[in-house]
């Protein structure tokens, strides 16, 4: 961190106001959450009823896809945040240092077919330019940073169809790849996608409900 910035960050802890670490552990959560509240959405939980508690080797086995459950929510969660804390670090380092995004160092570190860079380039840049946003906002909860950055509902929507855009484009690049690889991919995608679009709608609701 720079001299400068070191200051700032006093000042800041000074006045109350909160840091950029601060500010960088609010979104960091709330992705945390999005990703977790997404998972819940895209993945099935198995049913318990009621005569599957009197089959013993029944409730066993709904114990067992129980786990099954719970290990795929985990790493559904883990792989859908790589990305997405990759690019808040980046945004972070521009933050501190005042350069230019690296975002072509974050495409070397994913493992994608060379037909689907362009479109993961624009899905970084876009959330590299909004993480850089709302860690130079004004407000302590995540709430007041987008409205802070964002100013109204409309504008924030504009911003999460452009991500919901981007998102779907890249799916799109990695469907003739990722299909070979993976059963019921198109099914897949298309929960992932509509159940986002919806959480994000309403989180914009919930954030400028009281604008």
């Given at each position: 961190m720079q001299f400068g910035a070191v200051i700032f960050n006093a000042l800041e802890r000074a006045y109350n106001v909160p840091s950029l670490n601060d500010k960088y552990g609010?979104?960091?959560?709330?992705?945390?959450?999005?990703?977790?509240r997404l998972s819940i959405k895209v993945i099935d939980k198995p049913k318990l009823s009621v005569w599957m508690i009197?089959?013993?080797?029944?409730?066993?086995?709904y114990f067992y896809r129980f786990n099954k459950f719970s290990t795929g929510r985990k790493v559904f969660t883990e792989n859908y945040l790589i990305s997405r804390l990759r690019a808040l670090g980046e945004a972070?380092?521009?933050?501190?240092?005042?350069?230019?995004?690296?975002?072509?160092k974050?495409?070397?570190?994913?493992?994608?077919p060379r037909a689907a860079l362009p479109a993961y380039?624009?899905?970084?840049?876009?959330?590299i330019d909004h993480y850089t946003d709302l860690l130079q906002a004004d407000g302590d909860t995540?709430?007041?940073?987008?409205?802070?950055?964002?100013?109204g509902r409309t504008d924030f929507l504009l911003f999460v169809n452009?991500?919901?855009?981007?998102?779907?484009?890249?799916?799109?690049?990695?469907?003739?790849?990722?299909?070979?690889?993976?059963?019921?991919?198109?099914?897949?995608?298309?929960?992932?996608?509509?159940?986002?679009?919806?959480?994000r709608?309403?989180?914009a609701a919930q954030i400028f409900s009281r604008s």
């Open positions: 609010i979104i960091d959560t709330h992705e945390r959450q999005f990703a977790h009197l089959i013993p080797i029944i409730f066993v086995h972070l380092q521009v933050v501190e240092s005042g350069h230019k995004p690296d975002i072509e974050l495409v070397s570190l994913a493992s994608l380039r624009d899905l970084l840049r876009i959330l995540y709430a007041e940073m987008i409205r802070s950055v964002y100013g452009r991500l919901n855009k981007a998102e779907k484009v890249l799916d799109r690049a990695l469907k003739s790849d990722m299909k070979e690889h993976i059963e019921g991919f198109d099914e897949i995608v298309a929960r992932i996608e509509r159940n986002s679009e919806t959480l709608r309403e989180d």
